[in-house]
């Protein structure tokens, strides 16, 4: 063999080697980086799976920790509609069973309040449903009356109002009637947008914050109230008490039909419309 082809094929061969090694020194090299880092893409894929449930869950509550509806537990009409309404929207309803007219022995232990038993029954429900809310320290809830309706596309509606929506809110009117439309907030070009409340009345679909929470606890008077739930808040709104927002038109209104009577006796009787209701879509008649 002639001394070059030998150094050519020693050549060769060393080559061969130091591939070997290069190969055997990145596969060390690639091992290592998995396992030092997979830790760090572990937490990374959990912080978007994590993301993702939140997302959903929040979905199923239009954006709030939780959503309350104030149902007196006679009312299984009523609550029929709105498992049916909550069963279609994929939404998660907590119901709390509110106070009856006729339970005598809660209403005489308020029993200097100057109003009739269902509005005196109906104020004392929100008011511990604020105190429910308190106990399981929801950052934020939807208190809903178990007269409400629903837009049919709400959670949609309720993720363009949340853009919008300020940090510090404290109350937001998702449903309300007799109110004038105040200074728009953000500068959304939906059908519905955020407005700065002015002088919101019912109490059919609000959403109220934990600092919001602790405060009218504080501040509503359920011996001697002011007047009604709905007049109630509004009075602390407009004393600038706590800070609030009103959707304008409202996503959610009073379902109001022959056969779903109001439980407060003497309430003015009020017909509000949606472009698309929950409870028309779903068959239910007026």
Not at 64 to 78: E, M, W
Not at 99 to 115: C, E, F, P, Q, T
Not at 221 to 235: E, F, W
Request: charged content about 25%; some cysteine; hydrophobic content about 35%.
């Amino acid at each position: 063999m002639k001394s070059d082809d030998y150094s050519l094929i020693k050549r060769f061969q060393q080559s061969r080697c130091m591939i070997k090694i290069f190969i055997t020194i990145s596969i060390t090299i690639l091992f290592y980086f998995i396992v030092l880092f997979r830790p760090l893409f572990d937490y990374y894929s959990y912080k978007e799976l994590k993301l993702q449930n939140q997302i959903k869950s929040l979905n199923r509550t239009i954006g709030f920790d939780h959503i309350y509806v104030i149902n007196l537990d006679s009312r299984t009409d009523k609550r029929k509609r709105l498992d049916d309404i909550a069963s279609y929207l994929g939404l998660d309803f907590e119901y709390f069973s509110a106070i009856s007219k006729d339970d005598v022995r809660i209403l005489n232990r308020y029993g200097s309040a100057d109003m009739n038993p269902s509005a005196k029954a109906c104020y004392l429900s929100h008011y511990y449903t604020y105190k429910l809310m308190v106990e399981a320290n929801y950052n934020n809830a939807l208190i809903l009356e178990d007269d409400a309706d629903f837009e049919l596309n709400i959670t949609d509606i309720m993720t363009d109002i949340h853009r919008d929506l300020p940090a510090s809110w404290e109350m937001l009117y998702v449903g309300h009637c007799f109110e004038g439309v105040g200074e728009q907030v953000g500068k959304s070009s939906s059908v519905h947008r955020l407005y700065k409340s002015v002088s919101p009345m019912c109490s059919h679909a609000y959403a109220i914050s934990y600092s919001a929470v602790r405060k009218l606890i504080e501040l509503l008077d359920p011996v001697i109230p002011r007047g009604s739930v709905d007049y109630s808040l509004k009075v602390v709104i407009d004393e600038g008490k706590i800070s609030s927002y009103s959707v304008h038109p409202q996503p959610i209104v009073q379902w109001k039909a022959a056969d779903n009577p109001s439980d407060i006796t003497n309430s003015i009787p009020l017909s509000f419309s949606l472009l698309n209701s929950t409870s028309r879509f779903l068959g239910y008649k007026q």
